[in-house]
């Protein structure tokens, strides 16, 4: 005789551990992505548009870091590029 599956149902005192809300949580993962996505595309409000869209990028590539603007100023956490030194190599240098 085959079981018809149960709902999850909490195993202790009417509660979920901790992995049981989070697998519970992953089985709706395209449910949740699809909805953002649909809010990003259709909202009438912009402030609505522009969190679904900020959620999708979290999700999909991390939150951006963070800095304040002392940070940059002085260069902490700062990548400078360098594509080239343009310099006369005959220069003399003069500190």
Known sequence: MTET????????GGR???AEVRDL????????????AEIARTSDKEAVR???ANAL???GWGKAAAGTAADRDEGEGA???????DR??????TD
């Open 88 to 93: 006369d190599p005959q220069a003399t240098r």
């Open 5 to 12: 599956p149960r709902p999850a149902k909490p195993r202790t």
């Open 57 to 59: 990028l979290e999700r």
């Open 25 to 36: 949580a992953r089985k709706h993962t395209k449910l949740a992505i699809d909805t953002l």
């Open 16 to 18: 979920y551990t901790m």
């Open 79 to 85: 990548i400078e590029v360098i594509t080239g030194i």
């Open 50 to 52: 522009i969190a679904a």
